[in-house]
């Protein structure tokens, strides 16, 4: 079935630092790849997605590369700010675009001032 | 609206007790779907809605937990005979479009504690 991997786990930066957060897909029919952000007690907000057809999006601090032929892709944040500290899930879309969005198991990053 | 609105924010409820769970998307999406997220872990896929219709059921863990959304718009999650294994949170999301090509926006959670 749809399974989406991502690592690490958790991920501890200095403040300044980049971050890199890694996903696998299991569905070379996914074609939209978003990437949530949930800080404690929060609901998941987007804050970056690409499209099966582009290989790399960015947005200000913000960046996601996509390997289509090896099914990963990545979350990139550059410049670490003690704000962007919270769980980051990636998602992709099941076979066939049925609207299943299966996400990642998330990432808890912390950003040390 | 001016967001996905899910009621009541918080729910305890007895062992064996029913439960319904209440999402208003944002106006004018057709696409509705429910998650369950335990602590420490990702939303978990329960259903989605196409319009009135459940396009995508697969999640649904067992035949005690059942969803409707009769008018195409505010959803209910009912769970029957409650289990202390259906703690966690249940969101909801909604989309302007389906088929998996569109941000889907999530309500804030209704957080179900099963005693």
């Known amino acids: 079935g749809e399974n989406v991997e991502q690592h690490p786990s958790t991920l501890s930066v200095q403040e300044g630092d980049s971050a890199v957060i890694k996903c696998t897909y299991s569905d070379s029919a996914s074609n939209y790849l978003p990437w949530y952000k949930q800080e404690l007690g929060k609901r998941p907000q987007l804050i970056i997605d690409?499209?099966?057809?582009?290989g790399e999006k960015k947005d200000q601090r913000i960046a996601v590369t996509l390997n289509k032929t090896a099914k990963h892709f990545s979350l990139h944040i550059t410049e670490t700010q003690p704000e962007d500290s919270a769980v980051y899930f990636c998602?992709?879309?099941?076979?066939?675009?049925?609207?299943?969005?299966?996400f990642g198991q998330g990432t808890t990053l912390q950003v040390k001032p | 609206g001016a967001g996905v609105s899910q009621t009541p924010s918080n729910k305890v409820t007895e062992k064996g007790k029913y439960v319904e769970l209440r999402c208003d998307p944002i106006s004018g999406h057709t696409a509705l779907y429910w998650y369950r997220q335990s602590l420490g872990q990702g939303p978990e896929f329960l259903i989605y809605f196409q319009g009135t219709g459940a396009a995508d059921d697969s999640g649904l863990p067992n035949d005690r937990f059942f969803a409707v959304r009769p008018e195409g718009s505010v959803s209910t999650l009912k769970i029957q005979r409650t289990e202390r294994g259906d703690s966690a949170v249940y969101l909801c999301?909604?989309?302007?479009?389906?088929?998996?090509?569109?941000?889907?926006?999530f309500g804030q959670g209704t957080r179900l504690t099963v005693v």
């Open positions: 998602a992709a879309y099941g076979s066939g675009n049925t609207g299943k969005l299966i």
């Open positions: 690409i499209r099966s057809n582009v």
């Open positions: 999301a909604s989309s302007l479009g389906g088929g998996g090509n569109t941000e889907a926006f």
